[in-house]
């Protein structure tokens, strides 16, 4: 869970963030708009789908905001950060519990959440399953099932500017 900066020249620690989750996301570095001085931020996610935009000279949390609130939710894929916007692909790992028969499976779906880079507002978020799950039987145990569900977003997605168009893959 802790994010460190490291001088290039010596690989001394300059400064080091604690995030409230273990982070597995690969870190996007970009300007920082806004009023003041030039500054630049590192975006990143966590395991309980926090997104973090972390000051580079400082090390001081500018924001962070929770993008999904499914307990499975994940940020793994690197947040892509164009035009002012931060696209965050958020995936899950629901696969795991949804093993057990005891666990009421499958109720994740898998988003992209445009977020301001500045300010981390949501401007939007779009599942990439239209349809809400809802209960449609139990298992052998007496466990609600849910569908539909899944098609995680784990990397990063890809955006072209000229033509409005932002790419993402799917898992599971």
Do not use: M
């Amino acid at each position: 869970s802790r994010l460190f900066a490291l001088d290039a020249a010596s690989g001394c620690v300059r400064w080091q963030f604690t995030a409230g989750a273990g982070v597995r996301s690969a870190i996007s570095v970009g300007r920082l708009d806004g009023t003041g001085p030039t500054r630049y931020a590192a975006y990143f996610g966590d395991f309980r789908a926090v997104v973090y935009a972390v000051d580079l000279a400082t090390g001081q949390q500018v924001w962070s905001v929770k993008v999904d609130d499914h307990t499975a939710a994940r940020i793994t894929g690197a947040p892509t950060l164009a035009g002012g916007r931060l696209y965050v692909p958020v995936s899950s790992l629901e696969e795991v519990p949804g093993a057990r028969p005891d666990y009421p499976c499958c109720s994740f779906r898998g988003s992209v959440v445009a977020l301001d880079a500045t300010t981390g507002r949501q401007i939007w978020k779009t599942y990439t399953i239209a349809e809400a799950p809802s209960i449609v039987g139990k298992n052998a145990a007496g466990t609600p099932l849910w569908k539909p569900g899944g098609a995680a977003v784990w990397a990063a997605p890809t955006v072209d500017l000229a033509r409005r168009v932002l790419y993402v893959a799917t898992g599971n």
